[in-house]
């Protein structure tokens, strides 16, 4: 049994002339036909075809793939589709590697996206012990627009942070534990230099009274760890710190509150926050960005045994708080409380943001392709939502209001784990609680962490949502006029 980490990816360089001998790539808009262009003498003219974003056939050893409109996400569409139709066809495609002509008039932006959805379109996990079948490993962009070298090299580093992400959270939770996740971090971090990891375990979570991981993983035999990841940016002055928390639930069966037994094999991905956070932290550090970044991940197993936690517990968080817990299956919002105050008290954020697959209420809220947004601030909201546009994840802000943060206080304990109401909204206030003063967001990805079928650049399996928002995200700081 195996299932290789990280998972090979298609490898996208920028090149000025095509090969010889080397299938094309060529790229069709609706409703225009696909001319020869010099050195592409194994091609011959193909006439009109279809352009629609994502559409693609072969032509003898070449292939033509749509972009439609020509919008970033078309673009995406195209490289994931192309990449996958490869794949498909890879025992007879003619090759491992191809040449992509891009039109003239392609604009950097437009490169990055084909970039994003070429490396992670054809992505694929599985656990076995045949041998893995033929792959298409790379694609050479023909091209001269200026600063496509640039795009090509940040959209393969948010692509590995995706794949990455991905990886985590679809390794099954037989071998994913806590211990595992942690160690999975450390292995990652070591590859990148200036990026330090450090890994605590139950005996210095009891120390520091991190009550709420303690209680969620308490009823597993495999126990808690807390993983904090640092990346001190490059020293400059003024370079602000951003704290990321990422709920880490390796396995999640409700706890006594138990899930239906349907659906409850899909929990290998509820740390599919922490992995996003992991993911990004690799990726900031890979491209040195001059901004101070930390990554927080509580990561516990819930599960069901005679040291569980119970309804009606009161539980105390780290820096005293005490939660009346209500339902064992609303464990994520637990161990994000642990980690936010932490934060808060110990790391002087200028920026708190957590990402979590945490509501079921989201889902039905936004669907399964867009993440809830809720935040204490309008600038960071803004933020996030634009860092989300420029790489292909879609927010959806929503309110916190007023009205409803009553409704958490609790009769015999300072919070209600699960008050009454709009679930996702709830939850969100809940967090609040342990943010203090610093601008906050809160990311519930529960819909897009996860995908039954392709769509875009995604598979059916864990999606690595949030990794790029992350990512791009930490850049807007050292690049304000990214924001809008």
Not at 272 to 291: E, K, Y
Request: aromatic fraction near 6%.
């Amino acid at each position: 049994m195996r299932a290789p980490l990280p998972t090979p990816l298609v490898t996208v360089e920028v090149a000025d002339t095509l090969r010889r001998g080397v299938p094309a790539v060529l790229v069709a808009f609706p409703g225009d036909p696909v001319r020869v262009g010099p050195g592409a003498e194994d091609v011959a003219d193909l006439g009109d075809v279809s352009g629609q974003a994502g559409a693609t056939s072969r032509q003898g050893r070449s292939w033509v793939v749509g972009v439609g409109d020509g919008g970033p996400g078309d673009w995406r569409r195209a490289g994931a589709s192309l990449v996958r139709a490869l794949h498909a066809d890879a025992e007879k495609a003619g090759g491992t590697t191809f040449d992509v002509r891009l039109p003239g008039d392609v604009t950097a932006e437009a490169v990055a996206a084909f970039t994003l959805g070429a490396a992670v379109g054809g992505y694929r996990f599985k656990v076995t012990g045949a041998e893995p079948p033929p792959r298409v490993k790379s694609l050479r962009l023909v091209t001269d627009v200026p600063g496509a070298a640039d795009a090509v090299r940040k959209a393969n580093a948010l692509a590995a942070a995706t794949s990455l992400g991905r990886d985590l959270a679809n390794t099954p939770s037989n071998v994913k534990d806590p211990s595992w996740l942690a160690a999975a971090a450390v292995k990652a971090a070591r590859a990148v230099p200036g990026l330090r990891v450090e890994v605590r375990d139950e005996k210095w979570l009891a120390e520091q009274r991190f009550g709420g991981v303690l209680a969620v993983g308490g009823g597993s035999a495999r126990p808690p760890r807390f993983i904090e990841l640092t990346w001190p940016g490059t020293g400059g002055a003024g370079e602000p710190h951003l704290v990321l928390v990422g709920k880490g639930i390796t396995f999640d069966t409700g706890g006594i509150s138990i899930k239906p037994a349907e659906g409850m094999h899909l929990m290998r991905t509820d740390m599919s926050g922490g992995a996003a956070v992991i993911a990004a932290l690799i990726g900031i550090a890979r491209q040195s960005l001059p901004v101070r970044v930390t990554g927080l991940v509580p990561a516990a197993e819930n599960h069901v045994s005679g040291s569980a936690y119970r309804p009606g517990d009161v539980i105390t968080h780290y820096g005293g708080t005490t939660t009346e817990v209500t339902n064992t299956d609303a464990e994520g919002r637990l161990v994000l409380a642990d980690a936010l105050s932490y934060a808060v008290r110990n790391l002087a954020p200028d920026y708190l943001v957590d990402v979590a697959t945490l509501t079921g209420a989201m889902k039905v809220s936004l669907g399964l392709r867009t993440g809830g947004l809720f935040a204490t601030d309008d600038d960071l909201a803004t933020r996030v939502a634009a860092a989300g546009a420029r790489v292909g994840e879609s927010w959806w802000r929503m309110p916190l209001p007023e009205d409803l943060a009553a409704d958490v206080r609790s009769d015999i304990a300072d919070l209600r784990q699960c008050p009454p109401g709009p679930g996702g909204i709830t939850a969100a206030l809940f967090l609040k609680e342990f943010t203090g003063d610093v601008p906050w967001a809160h990311l519930d990805i529960a819909g897009p962490a996860r995908a039954d079928k392709v769509y875009d650049e995604v598979v059916p399996g864990a999606t690595g949502f949030a990794a790029r928002t992350l990512i791009e995200l930490a850049e807007s700081y050292s690049l304000p006029n990214t924001i809008g």
